[in-house]
């Protein structure tokens, strides 16, 4: 039943919050001073707000607490486990990346020197070093006409400490072999790992079937004796351990 409130709560209400325009707010100022009981309601709801704001709500210590239920952790599948196996950095793409470096410095022109204490590394041609001459001391008229002629003076660079190009190739290709040989056994050595790990995981999923198929016809087997027993009127014990003699197509007790 749907009853409709009173138009003076309605003003009532509005004028409490200060919701009147100004002429109906003087009309119900006159209307409280006339009704004594609209006026007892209105000092009634106006000392229930102005309350209101001191009202402090103690709290309270609870006297249970409450307990997440942290559920058991989900076993990863053989899937999840064999890919998390691939995720860890493999040392192949080092020597990848050395071998691709390697030939990249020989292709721009690389050369080794032996040094004192030790070799240097350096790119580009190298311009002949200068050395003494071979060319013995000469006398007044040889000098003049060396002057005139200087082509005839030999310079000839030290090349004895030199890695030759062909040094360098070798050394080249020896490294290469080295690395390539290097990956090739970490590949086979991963392989073998890999098949290693996929066949312990084979091996112990066929146990838990085992287990699990074990398990089950165990059951059965008990069942089918529990009603056994319960056909022939004796217990599982006496039929276990008595040996008694058994009718199968007795029905059981209750049953026909």
């Known amino acids: 039943m749907n009853e409709r409130m009173d138009p003076r709560i309605d003003k009532l209400m509005a004028y409490l919050y200060g919701e009147l325009p100004e002429s109906e707010r003087r009309a119900f100022e006159r209307l409280l001073g006339e009704d004594a009981e609209l006026r007892q309601e209105y000092e009634e709801l106006a000392g229930t707000r102005a309350m209101l704001p001191a ?3 103690e709290e309270r210590v609870p006297s249970f607490v409450l307990v997440e239920d942290r559920p058991e952790p989900k076993r990863a599948s053989f899937w999840e486990r064999f890919v998390a196996s691939w995720k860890v ?5 080092g020597l990848a990346f050395a071998t691709i470096a390697l030939v990249v410095a020989a292709a721009a022109g690389l050369r080794v020197q032996k040094i004192d204490g030790g070799l ?3 790119f580009g041609e190298e311009a002949a070093a200068p050395v003494r001459s071979t060319v ?3 006398g007044p008229g040889q000098e003049l ?3 005139e002629n200087p082509d005839r003076s030999v310079l000839v660079p030290a090349t004895a400490d030199w890695v030759t190009r062909e040094e360098m190739d070798n050394q080249n290709a020896e490294l290469v072999m080295a690395l390539t040989k290097a990956l090739n056994d970490y590949g086979q050595r991963r392989d073998a790992e890999t098949y290693g790990l996929v066949q312990s995981m ?3 999923l066929r146990d838990e079937q085992n287990r699990d198929y074990r398990q089950i016809t165990g ?5 089918g004796l529990e009603v056994l027993a319960a056909r022939n009127g004796i217990s599982l014990e ?12 007795r029905p059981l007790e209750g049953k026909e």
């Open 55 to 57: 009202w402090r709500i």
């Open 89 to 93: 950095p493999s040392p192949a793409w």
């Open 120 to 122: 240097a590394f350096r």
């Open 136 to 138: 013995p001391e000469l």
């Open 145 to 147: 006409a060396l002057r």
């Open 202 to 204: 084979a091996q112990q």
């Open 219 to 223: 059951r059965l087997d008990t069942m």
């Open 238 to 249: 006496d039929l276990l351990h008595n040996g008694a003699e058994l009718n199968p197509e």
